[in-house]
C-alpha cells in the first residue's frame, strides 16, 4: 500500500533518536500505532488508511529499528516507556489512543500499566501474552508455530539463522524474519516484501529487547481501567495457551476474535478487521 505522511519527524530521547511518520496532522485526536518484534518495523498502512480520515496517526520505528538509531542506548522497558512520553511531548498532547500489535501489544500493556493517566482507549491486536515467564511461554509457542509451517530443510536454516542473529548478525535475522513472514501468511496468500524492509531489521534490539521482557516483572491485572480496551485474536493465531494471561489481566475488555484469519488480522481478513477497528474507534 502506497501511502504518504503528511509529515515526518526525528526525536531525540536522551542516546536514541525516534523516527516518526504523522498522518492527518491536523487533527489533535492521536493515535499512536506501535509495530510488532521487538526489533521487526510495520508501518501498519493497512490500519493507518482507517484511522486517518478521523484521527491523527502516528507511527514511529522503535529504538534501533531502520531509522531510529540507538547506538550506546539502553533497551529496558523504562526506556520503551519514555520514548512514547517523548513522542507525546513533541506532540504537545497529554493523552492518546494506542494500538498495539503483537510485541507492540503487550509494549502497550507495559505502558498503560505506568502511564494510565495517558491512555483514552487501547486497543490490543493479537498481543504478545506478558512479560517475565510468560514471554519464554509466549516465544515457545511462536517456534512451535513456525516448526509446524515449514520443511525440516528449512526449519534447519532457520535455526542457524537464529543462532547466527543471537551472535549479532544482522543479516542472519534478516532472513529468518523473512521466513517468519512467509510462515504467517502461508494459508492465506503468498507473501512479497521489499528487501529495504528487511534491511531494517538489526540484531541488537532484538537481543537486548528480548532479554528485558524476561527481566521485567510480572504486569498486574487491569480491574477497574477509566477507558475502553478491546482484545482481538486471529481464529489461527500464533499464540495458544498463553493467551488466557492477558484475558485474565483485563476481566472488563470486549474479546474478539477473527475467523479466517491468523496473526496479522488486518491483511488477512481486512473486512472483519476492518468492522472491529471502525466499531471500537466509533464508540
Known sequence: MN????NTALIQNGAT???????????PETVILLHGGPGVPDDMLEVVSQLKDKYRVITFEQRGVGLSECKDCEYKMEDYISDIDAISEYLEIDSFYLFGHSWGGLYAQIYAEVRP????????????????????ETEKEVMQFNK???SKKEWLIMGWNSLCGMLGSDRAYQKMFKQVLKN????????????????????????????????????????KPDYPIIIIY????????????????????????IENCGHIAWKQNPKA????????YTE
Open 17 to 27: 533518536n525516534l523516527s516518526l511518520k504523522i498522518y492527518s496532522n491536523d487533527n
Open 184 to 223: 504467517y501468511h502461508k494459508d492465506y496468500f503468498e507473501v512479497e516484501i521489499k528487501d529495504e524492509y528487511f534491511a531494517r531489521i538489526h540484531a541488537k534490539p532484538v537481543n537486548k529487547t528480548r532479554k528485558e521482557i524476561v527481566k521485567y516483572r510480572f504486569l498486574s491485572e487491569f480491574n
Open 148 to 150: 509446524e509451517n515449514v
Open 3 to 6: 501511502l504518504k505522511a503528511q
Open 234 to 257: 486471529g481464529e489461527n493465531d500464533v499464540y495458544g495457551e498463553s493467551k488466557k494471561e492477558v484475558l485474565k489481566r483485563f476481566p472488563t475488555a470486549k474479546v474478539e476474535t
Open 273 to 280: 478487521f476492518n468492522k472491529l477497528l471502525k466499531e471500537f
Open 117 to 136: 493517566e495517558k491512555i483514552i482507549s487501547l486497543f490490543l491486536c493479537s498481543p504478545s501474552s506478558g512479560t517475565n515467564k510468560t514471554w519464554k
